[in-house]
């Protein structure tokens, strides 16, 4: 049984690496989940938006965020930042200014 348990342990262990290596992540390296709201640089100007799709296939062009109010547009994850710590850093600014 000890094995048996040892062997499971393993495979656990096996597993949280994989999904932490397949993990998407974006520009300050938080984990990008679908749903998260993000915002990104278009032309530019900051855009934000609801991350709608991940591709962890690829390392450009990753990630579907649909602009609020609408208009998805393909996005590399990587150039994004979750629109909570854009807050938490606003927060910060505001406070100490």
């Known amino acids: 049984m000890r094995h048996a348990e040892r062997i499971l342990s393993d495979l656990r262990k096996l597993d949280a690496a994989l ?12 984990q990008a989940k679908v749903g998260d709201r993000v915002v990104v640089l278009n032309n530019g100007k900051p855009m934000g938006g609801v991350l709608v799709e991940a591709n962890p296939g690829s ?19 990587s150039d994004c930042i979750h629109a909570e710590d854009v807050e938490a850093k606003t927060a910060v600014t505001a406070a100490t200014s």
């Open 59 to 77: 390392t450009s062009c990753n990630g579907r965020v649909i602009p609020e109010p609408v208009n998805a547009q393909y996005v590399t994850l």
């Open 19 to 30: 999904q932490d290596a397949f993990a998407m992540h974006y520009k300050n390296g938080r």
